[in-house]
């Protein structure tokens, strides 16, 4: 018997939930959370001074954050995190959709490979390696996931866990994929328009600095 077929019998009205919302939840997650990473890194730089300790310390707080908010929103009343909340999902025990307790949460959270992020520490190429590792591992669940009926990839496996959706309201999935998209096509020509200006100014600054002879 599938480990997660008494959360359906057992939760009136739900269903397993969707790959496409759990991807935009998840994206929308790591994007409130890379706010606040770009917001401490750049705290720890000015406090500190140097780039390598203002890296270090504010991977070490990222991650622990990373813990905290998954952990802390898994294991609570709503079993949501707020990407998670947009789109109508709640995580629970496959079995009985209860929350999660503190270590399946923890087996979960270590089982998505969040902590992976710390390879930043690391000196190269070693760091490369492991971002790439944990760039597969993160393929690997979406397979998973995706081919499994229940929508439990490798990570609700290990932990005992099922996400969950009420029938007919998952929230506003195709907008927010189409701002997904756009902002994957937007965001990098933006990035790449400052970039050209920056240089420009900066060109002309050094030009008109020179003096004459």
């Known amino acids: 018997m599938n480990p997660a077929a008494g959360y359906s019998l057992d939760n009136g009205g739900l269903k397993f939930g969707g790959v496409l919302p759990r991807l935009l939840a998840w994206w929308l997650d790591g994007f409130l959370l890379g706010i606040v990473l770009v917001v401490v890194a750049g705290v720890m ?4 001074g140097s780039v390598q300790g ?4 504010s991977t070490v ?3 622990g954050l990373t813990f905290l908010y998954f952990v802390g929103m898994w294991t609570g009343g709503g079993q949501a995190t707020l990407g998670m909340r947009l789109f109508n999902l709640r995580v629970g025990n496959a079995t009985d959709g209860r929350e999660l307790t503190m270590s399946q949460a923890t087996v979960r959270w270590f089982a998505m490979g969040i902590w992976a992020s710390a390879a930043a520490v690391l000196p190269p190429p070693l760091s490369t390696l492991v971002s790439m590792a944990g760039s597969l591992w993160y393929l690997v669940l979406l397979i998973s996931t995706v081919a499994s009926p229940v929508r439990q990839g490798i990570h ?10 009420p029938i ?7 907008p927010c994929a189409v701002l997904f ?3 994957l096509v937007v965001l990098p020509i933006v990035a790449i328009i400052a970039l050209v200006a920056i240089g420009t100014q900066l060109s002309d600054m050094l030009i008109q600095g020179v003096p004459s002879y």
Not at 168 to 174: L, M
């Open 168 to 174: 007919g309201r998952e929230g506003p999935v195709v």
């Open 54 to 57: 203002a890296t270090l310390v």
């Open 156 to 165: 609700d496996r290990v932990s005992g866990s099922a996400m969950v959706a």
């Open 61 to 63: 707080v990222y991650v």
């Open 45 to 48: 730089g000015a406090i500190m």
């Open 181 to 183: 998209v756009l902002l």
